[in-house]
């Protein structure tokens, strides 16, 4: 990192210190009242439920980024999605499995980049503009031509998968801008698989189970590569004697199970995990990595079902069941989603059977001992 980068970088570092400290200072107390507000368990209660929301809450960073504190997500990212038109394939910084610690750092050092400096000057020009990324130089650059903005007004939408078009106002940094970056410039995050597996790992470490090494057999892992990297949707939808199958009636389900989508060739080509289900007032609430969302919630989010409490026997694919996450295109303008929201595309492609749900049987005994904690805890 060059001498700019650190110093930048050093800058936000020290900020969020001091805004954290100073927050403290206002309330009175030191920082166990900001560790106690950030605990699961205050919320959750000590069972599997803070164990997953505390894997989900790693995906989640804090920073001040042009004099605004702003909470970032991890962006979603998947090799070589987007490379169809670019004639060149498109890798991802870890190939999309990454630890959230490690792309944590890296993100920390592309806030820190002179280029990033330049992206959000431009942000908050005061000028309209259309902003044009290129994914495989991971370079952009901008239009102030007044045609290029009618037309991006107008839906007459020029970008290409791999050069996405983004029309801007030039009045100032959003979430949405910090993610078009990292997700076109910086090519890091974690693909749908690749953050189920960190959260279904996270909580069997929680449980005494070195999910990894339990499995390396199982995915065929090489001596010496991470077990990660050989999980995909494709891995949850298979046959291996190392999933269960789960009825989708909804008294069936359980924190930890996953939820699969299929594609339009019956394969699974997304997961998300299960993180609570509440029968008492009809609520699942779900985590998942996508940027098939709207603009603030692109990468990894939550999402919810809601279902009449008077009746679980009803299946996830009930019409009665009510999926509220909607699908968007990544960035405006682009071919819409084919689905709606998340419930019509777990009831898609029923002539294969449409969504279903699985359980990885080596998470038993670590969300078991997990319970069992819970019940001895104070």
């Known amino acids: ?72 997500r991890m962006p979603f990212a998947q090799n070589n999605e ?50 044009i990324f290129d994914l495989p130089s991971r370079t952009w650059n901008i239009s102030v031509d007044l045609f290029d903005i009618a037309r991006m007004k107008a839906g007459a939408y020029r970008g290409l998968p791999h050069r996405p078009y983004v029309l801007h106002g030039g009045n100032g940094v959003g979430n949405p801008d910090i993610y078009n970056y990292l997700y076109c410039i910086g090519r890091l995050g974690m693909d749908c698989s690749g953050f189920v597996w960190h959260v279904l790992s996270y909580t069997a470490a929680r449980g005494g189970l070195d999910l990894g090494k339990e499995l390396r057999r199982t995915l065929r892992v090489p001596r010496g ?32 199970d996953i939820i699969l989508f299929r594609g339009e060739d019956g394969t699974a080509v997304h997961s998300a995990v299960i993180q609570s289900i509440d029968f008492k007032t009809g609520r699942i609430r779900y985590l998942q990595s996508t940027d098939e969302a709207p603009q603030e919630e ?42 709606s929201d998340d419930g019509v595309r777990y009831r898609a492609y029923g002539a294969f059977g449409g969504g279903r749900v699985v359980r990885l049987r080596a ?10 904690a819970a019940r001895r805890s104070p």
């Open 82 to 131: 987007r490379s169809e038109l670019a004639n060149a394939e498109l890798p991802i910084t870890g190939g999309g499995k990454s630890d959230p610690s490690l792309l944590w750092t890296d993100i920390e050092s592309i806030l820190g980049s002179r280029d990033f400096h330049a992206y959000t000057s431009m942000l908050s020009d005061g000028r309209e503009k259309v902003i």
């Open 225 to 256: 590569a991470e077990a990660s990297l050989y999980v995909g949707a494709r891995f949850f939808d298979s046959k291996s004697s190392a999933l269960e199958g789960v009825n989708d009636a909804i008294k069936n389900l359980r924190p930890a």
């Open 1 to 72: 990192m060059g001498t700019f980068a650190r110093k930048n970088l050093y800058r936000v570092v020290a900020s969020i210190i001091l805004f954290f400290s100073a927050q403290a200072n206002v309330a009175g107390d030191d920082t166990r009242t900001l560790q106690a507000f950030s605990d699961p368990v205050e919320v959750w209660g000590p069972g599997v439920e803070s164990v997953i929301e505390g894997a989900f809450r790693e995906c989640f960073k804090t920073y001040i980024i042009d004099g605004k504190v702003m909470t970032l």
């Open 363 to 372: 998470m038993a005994k670590p969300l078991e001992q997990i319970r069992l």
């Open 298 to 339: 692109r990468g990894v989010h939550e999402s919810f079902i809601f279902f009449d409490p008077a009746h679980p026997e009803k299946s996830l694919k009930d019409s009665t069941v009510v999926w509220t996450q909607k699908r968007f295109s990544p960035f405006p303008g682009e071919k819409a989603s084919a689905f």
